[in-house]
């Protein structure tokens, strides 16, 4: 027995020394998921909730960093994402004549395609119409750009990112967003046309999600989707229309014409003009419910009776 004993200690030693051995720096998604781990029990417990009692007559607000804790837990995350769709509808109402153009972040000052969507902004900007971009570098910086320079409105969508700073300086007006996907529905939810200029994989989950909300009637057929570049988008549009539509036959022959491709931004501009503004929340005029009308006053007529 005793034998025994001093074995499994002599086994424990090698054990601790390998684990020491195998520490090694963490990534920056290891360090995060350590410190999430770490205030995990902070956030289960009791005491996490305790800084949102107070009393009415005592208002205190909520700490910075149990703040943090708050919109980090999984079990708490829809509130903040309930909190950037409020905000960005909010934010959109107050613009109007909105176009929407995508493009690559990694697009540089001296390529064509820079030149051509700072042009794109400018002449928007000239017209009145406010332009809308994911307020980052490259297509985007030269849109924003472009229109900064005709003095119309340029409007930034930027999403937080822990290592960079992404929104261009080129912005007057600009909301960021902590998701992905809360930003591409602001990206897409008022616009009159949507301008695609050459971009990635991104651009391209961007330019797929537009088609598919007009082809399924979730987005009307007015607003026109704009490929700038022949070159450049000629072979991704052989490809739709040889594979997936006449080899396959994935989509219809009619969702071929969603795409309005041209070279040059006057190009663009006359498709563009000849787009109505979308009725937007407060914007929007609709019938009003017979609630409504007694709300507001409105008292029904009753209808005259002819005596015979």
């Not at 009415?56 to 708490?76: G, I, Q, R, S, Y």
């Not at 591409?184 to 391209?204: E, N, R």
């Not at 787009?275 to 019938?287: A, D, G, L, N």
Request: proline residues 6%; aromatic residues 10%.
């Amino acid at each position: 027995m005793p034998s025994m004993k001093k074995s499994s200690k002599q086994k424990a030693k090698p054990v601790s020394a390998l684990k020491k051995r195998s520490v090694r720096p963490l990534s920056d998604e290891g360090a995060r998921r350590l410190a999430y781990s770490k205030h995990l029990a902070v956030v289960n417990s009791k005491k996490r909730y305790a800084h949102w009692l107070c009393n009415p007559k005592h208002p205190c607000p909520p700490e910075p960093e149990k703040l943090d804790a708050f919109t980090d837990n999984p079990n708490w995350r829809i509130f903040r994402i309930m909190a950037e769709f409020i905000e960005g509808f909010e934010f959109l109402d107050k613009l109007s004549k909105e176009v929407t153009i995508f493009g690559s972040a990694r697009t540089t000052v001296e390529e064509k395609y820079y030149q051509e969507a700072k042009r794109m902004g400018y002449l928007l900007g000239k017209a009145g119409y406010t332009v809308i971009t994911g307020g980052g570098p490259g297509i985007m910086e030269a849109a924003n750009w472009g229109a900064y320079e005709a003095g119309g409105e340029s409007v930034g969508l930027d999403i937080s990112l822990p290592t960079e700073q992404r929104r261009n300086q080129f912005v007057t007006q600009a909301m960021g967003f902590h998701y992905f996907f809360t930003r591409k529905v602001m990206l897409s939810a008022s616009a009159q046309a949507y301008i695609f200029m050459p971009g990635g994989l991104g651009t391209l989950d961007e330019l797929s999600e537009m088609v598919v909300m007009i082809q399924t009637g979730k987005m009307t057929k007015n607003v026109p989707i704009i490929l700038v570049g022949r070159s450049f988008w000629a072979p991704f549009l052989e490809w739709v229309k040889k594979t997936m539509f006449e080899e396959y036959r994935y989509v219809a022959k009619e969702d071929l014409e969603l795409f309005n491709v041209v070279d040059k931004p006057e190009e663009a501009m006359a498709i563009i003009k000849a787009t109505h503004e979308r009725p937007y929340m407060s914007k929007r005029v609709e019938p009003l419910t017979p609630i409504q009308k007694l709300r507001d006053g409105f008292t029904p007529q009753k209808p005259s009776r002819k005596r015979k």
